[in-house]
């Protein structure tokens, strides 16, 4: 009898936890819709105001321009003042483009040691399979700050050949303008603050200058930046892993990333399995023909 009671008590009270457990959930419910309601219920205006984009950054973005020639003739001065045109980088090997402005305080700063990062992860050298120009969309800024970076990043990245592979370029609005509406990127000035708003990306131009690749944000995958270079050198440099993997990838222009090919990973695992059924095949011919002897 007294394990029959104890198990009516249990009973009873797992019941009435289930209960107050779906009286918690209720109430959750509630709460959570009054809150959705006060939400849409606010005032048109204040709704209104934390949707709208603020005009500084109303045209604030990056068009995407593949394939797109970039203007080989622009003048620049590198870092030790000298005047320079693009194409003087361009013509054998694939360039890194990075557009920021030097005395960014902060997300500049982010891109280039972003950039940085990769590079460094890149079994790739600057100056060697390609090379990489930073440009500065700001008229206001010197050879001299130039200068300033470029020592501190090729430091960083601390190989040889990179202080002749990578430039760092100021020059004059006209110029800028050019370059920047050539690769897509659109940038605002604010008076108040004396900064920009700009988006952020880094692009590959192919040897002859066209825009082959552009990765978003401040983190730049090196699986990603090296098929990009592999891919803008048509296969010029890499390894044959790599033309493999470009078989297997194929670079998404929406999330600027390289993603799989299911089809052509399936193709590829049948012609391997296709392959190494045939060498087995001739190994025991051949030990066949062997033993006959």
Known sequence: MKGDQRMAVAVKNRKRGERIGSGLRVCIQ????????MVFNATPGKAQTSSVRPSIL????IDQKLGQQVPLDIVFRDETGRAVRLGDYL?????ILSLVYFNCPMLCTMVENGLLESLKDLKFDVGNEFQVVTVSFNPQ???????????????????????????????EEASIRRLTSAVGLHYSFDPASGQYAHATAIMVL????????????????????????VEASSRQIGTPVDS???????????????????SHIIQLAGFVTVLTVATVMLMLFRAERRRGV
């Open 30 to 37: 509630l709460l959570t819709m009054l809150a959705l309601g």
């Open 58 to 61: 109303k045209d604030v973005g």
């Open 91 to 95: 013509g054998s090997k694939p360039v």
């Open 141 to 171: 800024d010197t050879p001299r700050l130039a200068a300033a970076k470029k020592d501190m990043y090729v430091n960083l990245y601390g190989r040889p050949g990179a202080r002749a592979g990578w430039h760092f370029l100021t020059g």
């Open 206 to 229: 192919t040897p002859e200058g066209r825009l082959a690749r552009y990765f978003f944000g401040i983190r730049y995958p090196a699986s990603d930046l090296r098929l990009g270079l």
């Open 244 to 262: 493999v993997l470009l078989y297997c990838c194929q670079y998404n222009p929406a999330t600027g990333k390289y993603g799989v090919i299911i």
